[in-house]
């Protein structure tokens, strides 16, 4: 063996693979870089401008907040000993005699019906300080998709207070359930990556907590429009390639799954970004740029729960469909469905991620290939029903488990708010609401002279060089230049 591959106690024990740890912390920074900076940047760009700095900053808050919930409690509800079939017991993950450990997940053994063992517990060959981060990567996003929902107008300090309540008693359940060895996941529902425990959910919740918060102002829901639509596009780049993150990592390995899952995901991006521009150019007339970013996040999101599971060809006929789906949802239902037009759902979440979540989970269910699921999952002779055989069973197994997501994350989110606004309103007051930023924060995203301000030679002296400044030959000073998106 070489030296560089053996045991060096007591910093490499003979368990730890080196080559697997540093592909696992490498995913979950991919991950983090999908919410910060990835996720602030877009939200801030593809708002009205009076809403950038507050949309940045809920975003933020979520990814710092739920970091510190999740050490302190939330991991080990979601992945540590059974408490109920869908929780886990809450406790500490800080101690070193924990972290340092070969990573477990107690409850993922797996039995036969008679009570015998099918598989084992899964164990990682890294260290449990790693699946502790790697995981709350998965938990902060969530939370930050979830807010696309309400940006724009929830109070910031009902934010501050929804954030860890979601996180504890909604994410957890969902995490748990499916991937720490809950009931979803010993009946054999397949969800690799987060279609289910972060799409679905954050879709449902996002729409559920629009509801409670209220709309925005009417004025901003007739015109919002991006303040910045190139930093959009930064902030979607940094989404997309940090993908490959979020779906390679899920095996906890740099092994056959984490390959496919890498390559299948960025195929079904590709696919379904075109299929959405081609469907804006055929309907009205022009591509468009966020509408390709949709796509792009639709193809993201729909591959997800299958990722390491299904063929390559399978990857695009996943794209053409999220590419599809989710803009007649959005373009076309969204106009005729009055609960679709009653609720504000900020920047579509909804469909972007609860109809292509659920889009996903059940393709997965129809195409999950036989030899690529024996390679990871813990439940034998698991097939698409595409593949015939016990397929269909699967199927039905995934619309099932997609009821139980959207039926606890409606009712978890609402009994959250009512909670809330007991103390607390949901909804900015009506000043806040009619300024943005500087009424909420006492800051302002952009500081350009068109933005009302006029140059004052008097008021901001000399030139960078020293000379005195000329004198405007306007009567009213020069006014710059106006960004006008």
Known sequence: MAAAYEEHL?????????????????AATLVGLQSMPGLVILYASIVKKKWAVNSAFMALYAFAAVLICWVLLCYRMAFGDKLLPFWGKGAPALGQKFLIEQAEIPESIHSYNNGTVESPPERPLIPMTTVVYFQFTFAAITMILLAGSVLGRMNIKAWMAFVPLWLIFSYTVGAFSLWG??????????????????HLSSGIGGFTAAYWVGPRLKSDRERFPPNNVLLMLAGAGLLWMGWSGFNGGAPYAAN?????????????????LLVWTCLDVIFFGKPSVIGAVQGMMTGLVCITPGAGLVQSW????????????????????????????????TLGVFHTHAVAGLLGGLLTGLFAEPALCRLILPVSNTRGAFYGGSGGVLFLKQLVAALFV?????????????????????RMPEEQLVIGDDAIHGEEAYALWGDGEKYD????????????????????????????L
């Open 10 to 26: 007591p910093a490499v024990p003979d368990w730890l693979n080196k080559g697997d740890n540093a592909w696992q912390m490498t």
């Open 314 to 345: 399978a990857a695009i006929v996943m794209g053409i469909l999220s590419g599809s789906i989710p803009w007649v949802s959005m373009m076309i239902l969204h106009k005729k469905l009055t609960l679709l037009q009653k609720v504000d759902d």
């Open 256 to 272: 056959l799954t984490s390959s496919v899952a890498v390559l299948n995901t960025n195929i079904c991006a590709a696919t379904s």
């Open 181 to 198: 060895g809950g009931f979803l996941y010993q009946w054999g529902v397949i969800d690799y990556s987060g279609g289910y425990v972060i």
């Open 406 to 426: 959207i039926g606890w994350n409606l009712v978890s989110t609402t009994l959250i708010l009512l909670a809330i606004q007991l103390f607390i309103p949901l």
């Open 457 to 484: 030679p008097t008021k901001h002296g000399a030139s960078l060089f020293g000379e005195k400044p000329a004198i405007s030959p306007y009567v009213s000073g020069a006014r710059g230049v106006t960004v006008n």
